[in-house]
C-alpha cells in the first residue's frame, strides 16, 4: 500500500508515522523572517546585528512569522526589527528563500524544519531613526565577516596567502560528480576567485562564501558538522562567524546591494539629501569593495545624471568648499535602469 503525507501531529507516534494506517508524516515547518540593514558611516559598510544571549555569535534580526499577528511577511519582519533593534525600516526588498535542509542543523534532523525568508533593508546613519535604540544592538562593518571582498586599498593579503592555497589544494582532489554543479572544484575557484587570468567579480559574494564552506575552511561548516571541516587539524581565521546561516544570507544580500548599483539608484537611500561627488564615490567604493579612478567615476556620474547641483558648498571637507548636489528624481522616469556601472581599477 502506498504511503500518504500528511501534517505533523502530536498524537501519532513519536517516529513521525502511523503504523496502522502505514501513513507518514510529513515533518512540522517554521517561517523565519531575517533582515540584513545595511548603512554607510566614515566611509565603511555597515550591517546592523541583534544582541546573542550569553556566549552566541552575533546574528542578524530575525523572528518567526506569526500569520495570526502580521498580515504580510513584511510586516512581520518590520515588527522583529523595530522588538530587537528599536529601528524603524526605510527601504526593505526581499532577497531569497533559504530552505535548504540541513544548513545548520545535520541532514537527518527531525525537529522543526526552518524556512528563512531574507530580506535586504537600507538605512542613512545620519538619521537618528537609524541608530539602534535596543542594548546589544549595534552596526558592524561587513567587512569584519568577509575580509577578502575588500579591495579598495589593495587586494587581501589573505587571498593569495591563505585562500587560494587551501581552496586549490581541495580542489586537487579527486570528487564525486554533483548534479548540483555545473562546474567542478577547479573551476568554481578559478572563476570565482578570479585566477588564471579569470576577472574578479565583486557581485559573486556568495559563490565564494559557499565554496569557502563546501570546502570546510570557515567555522560554520566546523559547527554544522561538514566533513570537509572536520577532517582539517585547524581552520583558518576567515572573518568572523555568524548564528546560524546568516552568514549566507548576509553574503546573498552583499551581492544583491553590488549588482543593483549598476541598475538601480539604491546608493541615495544611504546618503543624506545632500552630498558631493567624494560622499558619493566613497559610498560606491565602499558598497562594491573596489578603488575607483576619480576622474572616471566623475564622468560616469556626469554622463549618467543621476545627481544635480544644490547651488551650494560644504566646508567639512578638510580642503577646498566643496559643491554639494542631490539625487535628480526624474531620472527614474527617464529610463528604466539608471544606476552606476563602475569599474574598478584591477
Known sequence: MNSTLKPHDKSLSPHGADPAAGEQLLPPIEIGLTAAIVSIEGNEPLILTAPGAGDELAGLPFGPFNAV?????????RSWVQEQTGLQLGYVEQLYTFGDRGRHAQVDDTNAHMVSIGYLALTRAADNTSKPQVAGATFDPWYRYFPWEDWRADKPAMLDNVIIPALTEWAARS???????????????????????????EERVLDRYELLYEAGLIEEAKRDGRPAALTRKSLPSLGAPMKFDHRR??????????????????????????FTLTDLQRTVEAISGRHLHKQNFRRLVEAEALVEPTGEVSTQTGGRPAALFRFRREVLQERPAPGLRVRGRR
Do not use: C, S
Not at 175 to 201: C, I, M, S
Open 249 to 274: 544570507i548576509l553574503a546573498t544580500a552583499i551581492a544583491r546591494l553590488r549588482a543593483k548599483l549598476k541598475y538601480r539608484p539604491v546608493v541615495f537611500e544611504m546618503l543624506p539629501p545632500e
Open 69 to 77: 499577528a502580521h498580515r504580510t511577511f513584511e510586516i512581520g519582519l
Open 175 to 201: 570528487e564525486k560528480p554533483n548534479p548540483t554543479h555545473a562546474l567542478g572544484r577547479q573551476d568554481r575557484v578559478r572563476l570565482y576567485f578570479g585566477l588564471e587570468g579569470a576577472h574578479w567579480d
